[in-house]
C-alpha cells in the first residue's frame, strides 16, 4: 500500500502522463461510476458528488451527481488538495475557507495500484455540517478503492473483497 503522507507524484509530468497511459473509462465504467458516486453523496445526505481524474496535466470532472455539480469550480482547490497530498479531506464549513457556493466537502484519492494517485471521488453541499464524518469517511474510502479498481480498468471492486 502507498505511503499517503507522501504526495501522490513528485512532479506534474509524474501525474499528467499515468492516465492517459492507461486511457479514460469506457461508458461502462461510466454508469458503475455514477452509482459510486450517488452512494458517496447519500451516505453524508449531500446534494452533489464526483470523480475528478487526472488527464492530459489538469483535473477533469468525469462523472457528476447532483444539484450542486455545476457550482464544483468553487471547490475545485479542495479536490486539488485531496490529490496533492494523496490524503482525504474533511471540511465540515468552509465559510472562511471557500466561495459560498461550496460549504461542505469531503474527498478521498484515487490511487492506482502502484499507489499514484489519479483523481478524487468528492462529495460537496452549500450546507455545511455540524458533525464529525469518521464512520462515513471511512466508508467513503471504501467507495474511493471501488472507483479507483474501475478507474484504473479493474472494473468494480470493493476493499476487502475478493479470492476467499
Known amino acids: 500500500m502507498a505511503d499517503r503522507t507522501q504526495p501522490a507524484f513528485k512532479t506534474a509530468p509524474e501525474r499528467s502522463t499515468e ?4 486511457g479514460m473509462p469506457g461508458i461502462a ?7 459510486i458516486v450517488k452512494a458517496a453523496a447519500g451516505l453524508f445526505g449531500s446534494a452533489s458528488a464526483e470523480v475528478t481524474i487526472l488527464a492530459g496535466g489538469r483535473e477533469c470532472r468525469r462523472v457528476r451527481f447532483g444539484a450542486e455539480s455545476g457550482r464544483m469550480d468553487a471547490g475545485s482547490a479542495f479536490s486539488a488538495t485531496v490529490i496533492e497530498r494523496n ?10 475557507d471557500s466561495p459560498a457556493a ?8 484515487l490511487r492506482t495500484e502502484a499507489g499514484l494517485t489519479v483523481g478524487a ?3 460537496f453541499d452549500r450546507l455545511p455540517r455540524a458533525h ?6 471511512a466508508v467513503l474510502e471504501d467507495l474511493g478503492t471501488a472507483a479507483s479498481a474501475i478507474v484504473e480498468g479493474g472494473g468494480p471492486a470493493v476493499a476487502g473483497s475478493g479470492p476467499a
Open 19 to 22: 492516465l492517459p497511459r492507461r
Open 29 to 35: 465504467s461510466e454508469s458503475a461510476l455514477l452509482a
Open 87 to 96: 490524503a482525504p479531506l474533511f471540511v465540515a464549513d468552509a465559510s472562511s
Open 102 to 109: 461550496i460549504r461542505f466537502f469531503a474527498g478521498v484519492p
Open 121 to 123: 471521488l468528492c462529495v
Open 132 to 137: 464529525s464524518a469518521a464512520a462515513s469517511m
